[in-house]
């Protein structure tokens, strides 16, 4: 099985697809992001389904790399035959999702094979596979998904495998559509025009970036990463394209990041509307609208592509797991936790938006208002943090932190945009949040902000302190908190979330996990905030030293074995890594679209 680290993504705006150094598709969803996977083996490399199309003697890739700033994947082989080209992506979607796959002869003649095993549902439904004049389809249920190729393949018991050979100049083309079952068979699409209209699509969004700075390639690449994440119909941003990757190697910290996380919010803003791009802002400002109408006291931490509610946990047996971590798992269950914060990153984010210049909305400032009420009674509760523990509830500092947030953000909009509310009402409750805060989650004797009220452990999140302008970035407790931090959750030199063993084992799970690679970039952005570039400046550069060779990072890493973990690739570390790029290279003071998040977090210079 596959490094997580050794996959590179494919992407249409609606799906994504995995493909491995060896040249195999081993995860794809179609048609949605959330959908079944018909290759999964990914999750069970024995029984799931994959498409390999690779040279005929096997073995991983000479190099591999993504043409220009775009999606679409070239793959080369040098073998003793010669040289060989895959060339992966999945072109702007028409009446149907689309894998399209060109070998190419660069030298010698070099023999290849292609080797398809669809497996619908996640690797449990082989389908009925038939030929279709001159294509190969292959049905089961709901689906159907039709392969035309000019190469020699056929069907063996559910197995669709060919060889040819390809010499210099040649090239070979593979397109692979879906469409529902009991719909007709998808209009015919022409490889080399998919090819022209993909790169004008990447290269034409990509030209509206206004970063400028030192990391420009990297920023760049993680801003494609991120609309490659986005379903465009929505504009909803899920927080991965993989589901129960594993924290924990052989653990069972696996679960479902195939959804869109209102707490990503306010970072994923900062990142577009700091980099120019004002119209993805304003489509995931709207999804988040339409996400959280209602009644506010059934505000979730996540919502499904289209805003959808129910997404119940079931674990899929059949599947082993990657490298042996089980359980499997489709929906998640932490939808239905209360976590406190949400409503103050909801709060903050539409303030973004807003102090970005993005027109205001009267149905969001309804919203806004709403999750106000809500806020007022429910701030003193105890809830499951960030991190979605499964323990026992507590009085989360961070969460407290975000309340206050949301409220700060309520009184500076009736202030500076003169819109209707009880300023005073709520700028008296939060300044009482903050005095507990200070009073309750802070300990003198140790000089740092704790996980909760009483806590002997401490929590990545308390980085965020200074940077929702709680306190000064040089405050003594802000800096307290952030020495910290670093002494008791850095695991060689990287963030752990929080120490799984503190106060008892505070997420009620067994085992433990990797750095969370987001965490480390929050401590880079502390690190400036107090005036350390140069360590800031030397953290930064390690982490980005952590991605794989296409520029894509998950979720965690383990500085032990060398490795990435958990879903992949992650929304959230790829925002980290925009925003801290821009923290360092000081280009949050240079564009008006981010004059709003300075006026939120403060100036951490």
């Known amino acids: 099985m ?33 959908s079944p996977a018909c290759f999964a083996a990914l999750l069970d490399e024995e029984r799931a389904g994959h498409w390999q199309l690779a040279p005929a003697g096997g073995g991983p890739a000479t190099r591999r790399s993504y ?31 689309d894998v399209v796959r060109i070998v190419e002869g660069v030298s010698g003649r070099v023999p290849m094979r292609s080797t398809m095993r669809l497996r ?15 294509r190969l389809a ?62 004008r699509l990447w290269a034409g969004w990509i030209s509206r970036c206004t970063y400028r700075g030192r990391w420009s390639a990297a920023v760049r690449r993680a801003l494609i990463t991120l609309k490659a994440l986005t379903y465009d119909p929505t ?77 119940p946990e079931s674990e899929l047996d059949w599947l082993s797991g990657y490298e042996k971590s089980a359980p499997v798992r489709s929906g998640n269950a932490a939808a239905g936790q209360f976590q406190l914060d949400v409503w103050g990153e909801v709060l903050d984010g539409l303030h973004l938006a807003r102090e970005a210049g993005l027109p205001t909305e009267h149905v969001a400032w309804d919203v806004q208002r709403a999750l106000l009420d809500f806020l007022e009674g429910h701030w003193d509760q105890p809830d499951n943090s960030l991190w979605e523990v499964r323990g026992p509830r507590r009085q989360f500092v961070h969460s407290k932190v975000m309340a206050w947030a949301g409220l700060d953000r309520a009184v500076r909009t009736v202030e500076r945009q003169h819109l209707d509310g009880p300023v005073g009402q709520w700028r008296a409750l939060r300044d009482r949040i903050h005095r507990e805060v200070c009073e309750h989650g802070y300990d003198p004797d140790r000089e740092t902000f704790t996980q909760f009220y009483g806590s002997r452990g401490l929590d990545a999140a308390l980085l965020l302190i200074p940077r929702v302008g709680f306190l000064p970035w040089r405050d003594p407790r802000v800096r307290g908190t952030v020495e910290a931090v670093r002494r008791e959750l850095c695991r ?17 799970l067994p085992g433990g996990e990797g750095s969370f690679l987001a965490c480390s970039f929050w401590l880079a952005d502390a690190l400036h905030g107090d005036g350390r570039t140069g360590e800031a400046e030397e953290l930064f550069e390690r982490l980005l030293g952590l991605r794989n060779d296409v520029g894509l990072l998950s979720e965690e890493f383990d500085t032990r074995l060398g490795r990435q973990l958990g879903n992949t690739p992650q929304a959230f570390s790829m925002v980290g890594l925009v925003n801290t790029a821009r923290h360092l290279s000081g280009s949050h003071t240079t564009t008006s679209a981010t004059r709003g998040e300075q006026n939120l977090a403060g100036d951490p210079g």
């Open 67 to 97: 043409r220009g700033d775009s999606l679409i994947l070239d793959t080369e082989w040098d073998t003793a035959e010669g040289t060989v080209r895959v060339t992966d992506f999945m072109p702007p979607r028409a009446e149907a999702p």
């Open 235 to 311: 504009g909803g941003i899920v927080a991965a394209a993989t589901t129960s990757l594993p924290e924990q190697l052989g653990g069972p910290r696996n679960w479902d990041y195939r959804y869109c996380w209102l707490r990503d919010a306010t970072f994923t803003l900062q990142a577009l509307l700091g980099t120019g791009f004002t119209e993805e802002a304003r489509a995931w400002r709207e999804w988040l609208v339409r996400a959280v109408a209602g009644d506010a006291s059934k505000l979730q931490i996540m919502y499904g592509l289209d805003g959808t509610r129910r997404m």
């Open 138 to 199: 292959a049905v089961a249920g709901p689906d159907a998904v039709w392969l035309r190729t000019s190469a020699p393949v056929s069907d063996r018991d559910g197995v669709i495998s060919g060889e040819f050979s390809v010499a210099a100049g040649e090239r070979v083309p593979f397109v692979l559509t879906h469409r529902a079952s009991h719909l007709p068979a998808p209009a015919r699409v022409d490889p080399g025009r998919a090819l022209d209209d993909t790169e």
């Open 492 to 508: 060689d030199g990287l963030l752990l979330r929080y120490d799984p063993s503190a106060d008892g084992g505070v997420d009620g």
């Open 120 to 134: 619908f549902d996640y690797g449990s439904v082989k389908p009925w596979v038939r030929r279709d004049h001159d």
């Open 2 to 34: 596959a490094a997580i680290e050794d996959y590179a993504l494919l992407g249409d705006l609606h799906t994504a697809a995995l493909v491995s150094r060896h040249g195999s598709v081993d995860w794809l969803c179609l048609p949605r992001f959330d």
